[in-house]
């Protein structure tokens, strides 16, 4: 005869609190988190300087109002810069996705991780 379902439940619950504990003591996963934080915080602090210097520097300076090429101000430009800024971005964020990805499959296997 098989055990009551909450029987089996409480030991699920008790297993994948074992299997998280495991996993968040591995070396791997440290290394997971180390990585990450030294990709996104840096990253974050750049995104947020870069983006409000533009209205900071509209709204209280004049250094954007010379023009940089024919009609065209600084303003046009460091706004343009933005659109380029969030496209690089994105696109290192990707590539640094690929190895936190490779990382978390490592885990994976070191845990015996169900996944998907």
Sequence with gaps: MSKPLSVRKAQGQKQDSSDYT?????????????????????????????????????SYFTVLNQ?????????????????????GLCILYTKKAARFDELVEKIKQETGGRGE
């Design 22 to 58: 495991a996993i968040i003591q591995s070396d791997t996963f440290k290394e997971l988190l180390r990585s990450k934080r030294a990709f996104i915080l840096p990253s974050s602090i750049f995104f947020f300087v870069f983006y409000f210097t533009l209205p900071i520097l509209t």
């Design 67 to 87: 023009p940089a090429i024919g009609a065209i101000s600084w303003a046009w430009v460091f706004a343009f810069a933005q659109f380029i800024m969030t496209w």
